[in-house]
């Protein structure tokens, strides 16, 4: 914190700002799901727009697991790999012609 010319420092005495001032606009293109019910969401529509970072998030027991791995996930495997794992309880998710494959990464316990 005290080495002026060290990046991090500067990140940790608060003289950088933490985000960027360019941001990407997306393609205007959009996955949405509707009428998620998995656990605890309740018939919940979300939109997430396409080609650019977006972040998902929630207190505890919000339902953004149930969203993203028993929904998102599961449909997206049966999409482009035709597997038999079912989706969690939703109405619809349109979008997938915008899309040409589907990568879950999630953190290792």
């Known amino acids: 914190m005290q080495d002026t010319t060290s990046i991090t420092g500067k990140y940790l005495v608060d003289t950088r700002p933490t985000t960027s001032p360019i941001r990407r606009r997306g393609n205007g293109k959009k996955l949405v799901i509707r ?39 599961r449909a997206a495997q049966q999409h482009f790999y035709h597997a038999s794992a079912v989706p969690g309880p939703h109405d619809a998710i349109e979008g997938w012609e915008h899309l040409d494959d589907a990568i879950t990464i999630d953190q290792i316990a």
Do not use: Q
């Open 35 to 73: 009428g998620a019910c998995a656990h605890n969401l309740k018939n919940v529509t979300v939109e997430f727009p396409l080609g650019r970072l977006i972040a998902i998030t929630g207190v505890s027991g919000s339902g953004k697991s149930s969203l993203m791995f028993d929904i998102l996930n």
